[in-house]
């Protein structure tokens, strides 16, 4: 079956400049997580929905990141006034919701933000 | 706080040659811990996980056992071939109630030479 996508793969924007990204989670996975990953470093923890809900959002650098997931399905990571330091993959990952056990996170390919 | 430190890379194995890659752990409570990869070109993969102490994940011929003593859950595999050349992620979640996050490590990069 489809397995998590993010669209676009890769975005070049202009310091200042907004941006948004996507990512589409498996059917039917309640959760999702956005990661971070700086070039050479292990992918940081932003924010994670359950369902429609921000349940955790306390990876978020500052107010000018931004994520929604208003259907419970695909989630946006929005970004103002990009800065060079935002440059970076950005990760999706979905999981079902089981109850008494962890399930397994499933991730995208990724988005790869460059801020010039 | 919660974090997670693996042995620096690259690491450079012969084919056949044995692998082990260090990772420990700081965290409070019970955490799980859990190894990802990442070929060429791929998203991240879990490789294994162990959910408590004692516990030994394995798969595709990997290993790692939960040490709780000495906070440390380090990749092992006794054969590697060149199709095990990734970079390899060590990652935590701290609590089962705390929605599933990952902490990562900074990941090991393994390249395998015929």
């Not at chain 1, 970076?88 to 089981?98: D, E, G, I, Q």
């Not at chain 2, 997670?4 to 420990?24: D, R, W, Y």
Request: charged share 20%.
């Amino acid at each position: 079956g489809a397995g998590v996508s993010q669209t676009p793969s890769n975005k070049v924007t202009e310091k200042g400049k907004y941006v948004e990204l996507r990512c589409d989670p498996i059917s039917g996975h309640t959760a999702l997580y956005w990661y971070r990953q700086s070039l050479g470093q292990g992918p940081e923890f932003l924010i994670y929905f359950q369902g429609t809900g921000a349940a955790d959002d306390s990876g978020l650098p500052n107010d000018r990141f931004f994520a929604v997931r208003p259907e419970g399905s695909v989630s946006t990571l929005k970004i103002q006034r990009t800065e060079r330091g935002d440059s970076a993959v950005y990760l999706c990952a979905s999981s079902p919701t089981r109850t008494g056990l962890l399930p397994e996170q499933y991730f995208g390919p990724g988005t790869r933000l460059t801020v010039t | 706080g919660n974090s997670v430190t693996q042995m620096e890379g690259p690491v450079t194995l012969s084919e056949e040659a044995f692998l082990t890659i260090n990772c420990t752990y700081t965290a409070t409570g019970y955490p799980s811990l859990f190894w990802y990869v990442q070929y060429p070109g791929e998203g991240l993969q879990l490789l294994l996980k162990a959910t408590k102490a004692d516990d030994k994940g394995s798969n595709k011929g990997f290993e790692a056992t939960y040490r709780k003593e000495t906070t440390s859950f380090h990749l092992e595999k006794g054969s590697v071939q060149v199709s095990d050349s990734a970079v390899y992620f060590c990652a935590l979640v701290p609590s089962y109630n705390q929605g599933g996050k990952l902490i990562f490590g900074q990941g090991t990069e393994l390249s395998v030479k015929p």
